[in-house]
């Protein structure tokens, strides 16, 4: 009983931490969206908001990692998903590329779209 209680409680904190990531990334992407339509690309504000960009879906990829066990996570490829995310922001983190062609944002807002899709209408 003890031991399903403390899966329970991981499984619990784990969807905690992915919708603080969804919501954090969510905003945070359409917030640098809208700032990006002003600065030219190569700008000291456009690499700014790349190094933000890149703490942020990392920590969304870490959170959807963590909660990989659960069902939901695994449903909708959200797994599959987040690995090739990590693998875009690994190789560009190595060779300190700009995302130019939005690759990660875009993989990332797909993935946003998929967790609010499985996660509802949660807080």
Known sequence: MTTTRASASHRDAALVSVCAEYHATWNALQAWD?????YPSGSVECIADEEEG????DRLVEAVERAGDMQAMSSDGLRQKAAVLRHTLT???EGC???RDNR???LAVSLCNDLQRVLGDMP
Not at 34 to 38: K, N, S
Not at 54 to 57: D, E, M, P, Q, T
Request: aromatic share 6%.
């Open 91 to 93: 190789d560009d983190m």
């Open 104 to 106: 990660r944002v875009k």
């Open 97 to 99: 590329e700009i995302d």
């Open 54 to 57: 890149f703490s942020l879906i």
């Open 34 to 38: 809208a700032r990006g339509q002003r």
